[in-house]
């Protein structure tokens, strides 16, 4: 039995991306741990803790993770604006990558771990948070001599279908229409396609754990109310594959022994 790390910028990006292939991991007997960089919040972290932390914890239980863990920053939000840090922690934006590349090393380490679970390098759609999950994800691999990363990603053009799709069910959906031109990874870079569907009943329960970000008013809480309200084989239709991208961690580490030589 092997153990998979799989590490994400925020709580609800675990079931959208990887839901299913967690799922997949557990029920096959694996130790499936989640690691979040950011807790879901932009300001101080109320007494009472973070709710979006709370919320997965709750989905990954449904998803059969063993452990829940969260490498200690803050949401630097997705706009033009980055905002000045919160008193208590970082923005993972601003935080220094070798340092988050140690902390989730030291997990990665503790854990043994076989597999790590990462972003592809335009952090999916481009927000600040998944693009620093993917440097500090490979970083940390090569730190803890984990010998396999796979890059959660999508293909563009499917991206680009559910986006037509979304504009012709009139859902409210805050980006521009070539929001996803260069965003994700073309269907050359895709070295793994899963085919999760038996698992949808779990992704769906797992999804509608966030609820807050469902009920809320961002970017896609829209879409994601819809999608907790349809039934599993149409859900399962829609979000029933996941894609990943594997990275030769030895020309990863040939780079950077390059980059430290100075050459």
């Known amino acids: 039995m092997a153990t998979l790390v799989a590490f994400h910028a925020h709580p609800d990006d675990e079931v959208i991306l990887t839901g299913g292939t967690l799922a997949q991991a557990a029920a096959e007997g694996h130790r499936v741990v989640v690691v979040v ?3 879901g919040v932009m300001g101080e ?3 009472e803790g973070a709710p979006r932390l709370r ?3 709750a989905s990954a239980a449904i998803l059969g993770v063993h452990r829940v863990e969260h490498l200690g920053y803050a949401d630097s939000g997705h706009g033009p604006i980055l905002y000045p840090d919160p008193p208590d922690r970082t923005r993972f934006t601003r935080a220094d990558t070798e340092e988050a590349a ?3 090393a030291a997990l990665l ?4 771990a076989d597999l790590l679970l990462s972003y592809d390098p335009n952090g999916g759609y481009g927000h600040p948070d998944h693009v620093r999950v993917h440097q500090v994800g490979r970083r940390a691999a090569e730190l803890a001599g984990v010998r396999r990363v796979l890059e959660a990603t999508m293909p563009r053009d499917t991206v680009q279908r559910l986006v037509r799709l979304i504009r012709l069910l009139r859902l409210p959906f805050r980006f521009d229409d070539n929001a996803f031109d260069a965003t994700y990874s073309p269907a050359s870079a895709i070295t793994h396609r899963l085919n999760v569907r038996r698992f949808a009943r779990q992704k769906r329960a797992a999804l509608a754990a966030h609820r807050s970000e469902v009920n809320g008013n961002g970017r896609i809480a829209s879409v994601m109310r819809v999608l907790v309200r349809l039934p599993v084989p149409l859900f399962g239709l829609l979000l029933g594959r996941e894609w990943f991208s594997e990275v030769s961690m030895s020309t990863v580490a040939g780079r950077s022994g390059t980059k ?4």
């Open 260 to 263: 430290q030589a100075g050459l």
């Open 102 to 104: 140690e902390r989730l």
């Open 37 to 39: 960089a950011c807790d």
């Open 109 to 112: 380490r503790a854990e043994n």
């Open 55 to 57: 919320e997965l914890r």
């Open 45 to 47: 972290v109320p007494p």
